[in-house]
């Protein structure tokens, strides 16, 4: 499962946790404005009411004829939002605004507030309870100010959220600034790079994390230095007293009479010479799997290339086919004996286990991309990844240690390269191919 960036999850929990707040704040004081908006209406129409009975009393009580109802003409058309009834106290209309409908009233008047479906009424009386007035509002009226007013708590969130996004992930950043730091550090370091990652101000709770690791990576950094010495103390002490039990074998096969006792010398020294190269293997196993892989400045492939080559052609009948790149240089950031270790195992395994009639193809790309190809049968897909592990051969009898590839897997990983295995090789119907695509580099100044 992949994982998802802390800074990512703080900056949208935060802006979301303060969004969630403003909008619960907002609803809050929408509720509040709504409440103080209606107890205004109320009042409004309180005040009108009281305004309007007296001068409809008036009005009535000057009539010649007091129970014929009147419309009040307006001044110039418009809507009303107010609507009044004045009545008598059997429900007959004295009086009514121009535009009122008397089917929304009660058909009773009565005093105080009450509300229909679509409407709040308010009702007063005169004249010792024979006067009546009803004055109507639609509640329609009161939601749209409610909504307007809504809206205009809402439209500030909606251009606050975007900054305050911002904002946040702003702040998250420069908070974490230090993780981010060491996150890099961690990511830059080398297949090979043990040493303490030291970045100054982690937060808190990040800290002991950090500690944790360097102290990990110190033990697991002398681990490792102990098997390395011990292999390669342990490869070059051998070398001496194999060396010179080598030759005492060889005077003693020579001195030898034709007979079993020859032929016993002969296996010994065959089985000396297979313990003096498995000694070679595995000090070069430790340098490659110790430091010094990367050198202070890139170095040119070409030259190295052509040299490992000509050693090679020199004890091998010239069998390998060498073809370098159009440009003069091709730097790269390797150490020239790592390089040549590198090389040398690739083509040693091209030789042993390539047909033998058949050349090894050595090209070098302008890329940096170095391919080994040798004829014979094809490799099973299955066994194809297995043959860069330690002690892993081919299926065929030639003798050899399982080390070469294994040593060039671990050269390639300590300088940051790639190493793919393919057969049959490409453009061709069987044999092998190594192909590495090293990191090329600017040449040095």
């Given at each position: 499962?992949?994982?998802?960036?802390?800074?990512?999850?703080?900056?949208?929990?935060?802006?979301?946790?303060?969004?969630?707040?403003?909008?619960?704040?907002?609803?809050?004081?929408?509720?509040?404005?709504?409440?103080?908006?209606?107890?205004?209406?109320?009042?409004?129409?309180?005040?009108?009411?009281?305004?309007?009975?007296?001068?409809?009393?008036?009005?009535?009580?000057?009539?010649?004829?007091?129970?014929?109802?009147?419309?009040?003409?307006?001044?110039?058309?418009?809507?009303?939002?107010?609507?009044?009834?004045?009545?008598?106290?059997?429900?007959?209309?004295?009086?009514?605004?121009?535009?009122?409908?008397?089917?929304?009233?009660?058909?009773?008047?009565?005093?105080?507030?009450?509300?229909?479906?679509?409407?709040?009424?308010?009702?007063?009386?005169?004249?010792?309870?024979?006067?009546?007035?009803?004055?109507?509002?639609?509640?329609?009226?009161?939601?749209?100010?409610?909504?307007?007013?809504?809206?205009?708590?809402?439209?500030?969130?909606?251009?606050?959220?975007?900054?305050?996004?911002?904002?946040?992930?702003?702040?998250?950043?420069?908070?974490?600034?230090?993780?981010?730091?060491?996150?890099?550090?961690?990511?830059?370091?080398?297949?090979?790079?043990?040493?303490?990652?030291?970045?100054?101000?982690?937060?808190?709770?990040?800290?002991?994390?950090?500690?944790?690791?360097?102290?990990?990576?110190?033990?697991?950094?002398?681990?490792?230095?102990?098997?390395?010495?011990?292999?390669?103390?342990?490869?070059?002490?051998?070398?001496?007293?194999?060396?010179?039990?080598?030759?005492?074998?060889?005077?003693?096969?020579?001195?030898?009479?034709?007979?079993?006792?020859?032929?016993?010398?002969?296996?010994?020294?065959?089985?000396?010479?297979?313990?003096?190269?498995?000694?070679?293997?595995?000090?070069?196993?430790?340098?490659?799997?110790?430091?010094?892989?990367?050198?202070?400045?890139?170095?040119?492939?070409?030259?190295?290339?052509?040299?490992?080559?000509?050693?090679?052609?020199?004890?091998?009948?010239?069998?390998?086919?060498?073809?370098?790149?159009?440009?003069?240089?091709v730097y790269s950031a390797i150490d020239p004996d790592a390089f040549g270790i590198l090389l040398r195992n690739v083509i040693e395994n091209a030789l042993k286990y390539g047909a033998a009639d058949q050349p090894i193809n050595v090209s070098l790309t302008n890329q940096a991309l170095l391919r080994v190809t040798n004829?014979?049968?094809?490799?099973?897909?299955?066994?194809?990844?297995?043959?860069?592990?330690?002690?892993?051969?081919?299926?065929?009898?030639?003798?050899?240690?399982?080390?070469?590839?294994?040593?060039?897997?671990?050269?390639?990983?300590?300088?940051?390269?790639?190493?793919?295995?393919?057969?049959?090789?490409?453009?061709?119907?069987?044999?092998?191919?190594?192909?590495?695509?090293?990191?090329?580099?600017?040449?040095?100044?």
């Amino acid at each position: 499962m992949k994982s998802s960036s802390l800074q990512k999850r703080l900056g949208l929990g935060l802006t979301l946790g303060m969004t969630l707040l403003w909008l619960g704040a907002t609803v809050g004081a929408w509720l509040v404005v709504q409440h103080e908006l209606n107890e205004a209406f109320d009042s409004a129409l309180e005040e009108t009411a009281q305004r309007i009975l007296p001068l409809a009393a008036l009005e009535i009580s000057n009539r010649e004829e007091p129970r014929d109802a009147q419309h009040i003409a307006t001044l110039k058309m418009h809507k009303e939002y107010l609507t009044y009834l004045v009545r008598d106290a059997n429900g007959e209309i004295l009086m009514q605004s121009h535009d009122a409908n008397p089917k929304i009233f009660n058909k009773r008047p009565s005093e105080g507030f009450s509300t229909t479906k679509k409407y709040r009424l308010y009702g007063a009386s005169a004249m010792r309870g024979t006067l009546f007035i009803e004055i109507a509002e639609p509640l329609g009226h009161r939601r749209e100010a409610a909504r307007e007013a809504l809206f205009a708590l809402l439209l500030p969130l909606l251009a606050l959220i975007p900054i305050s996004l911002l904002g946040t992930w702003v702040f998250v950043r420069i908070s974490l600034r230090s993780v981010l730091a060491y996150r890099r550090a961690v990511e830059a370091r080398g297949v090979g790079d043990l040493s303490a990652i030291n970045v100054a101000q982690l937060p808190a709770e990040i800290d002991p994390l950090a500690d944790a690791v360097n102290h990990l990576l110190e033990r697991l950094r002398k681990a490792l230095e102990a098997e390395r010495s011990f292999t390669a103390n342990s490869a070059h002490e051998l070398r001496t007293p194999l060396a010179a039990t080598l030759a005492q074998i060889q005077r003693l096969r020579q001195e030898a009479p034709e007979g079993p006792l020859r032929v016993r010398a002969a296996k010994i020294e065959n089985s000396l010479r297979d313990l003096a190269r498995l000694s070679e293997k595995l000090m070069q196993l430790a340098k490659a799997e110790g430091g010094g892989l990367l050198p202070e400045a890139p170095q040119d492939l070409i030259p190295l290339l052509a040299h490992v080559v000509d050693e090679w052609n020199h004890s091998s009948g010239h069998r390998i086919e060498l073809q370098l790149p159009t440009q003069a240089s091709v730097y790269s950031a390797i150490d020239p004996d790592a390089f040549g270790i590198l090389l040398r195992n690739v083509i040693e395994n091209a030789l042993k286990y390539g047909a033998a009639d058949q050349p090894i193809n050595v090209s070098l790309t302008n890329q940096a991309l170095l391919r080994v190809t040798n004829g014979g049968p094809t490799v099973p897909e299955s066994a194809l990844q297995q043959l860069t592990d330690r002690f892993v051969r081919g299926n065929n009898q030639a003798s050899g240690s399982g080390l070469g590839l294994a040593i060039a897997k671990t050269i390639v990983q300590g300088v940051g390269a790639s190493m793919t295995l393919t057969s049959p090789a490409k453009g061709r119907a069987d044999g092998f191919e190594v192909s590495i695509q090293f990191c090329s580099a600017e040449a040095p100044r």
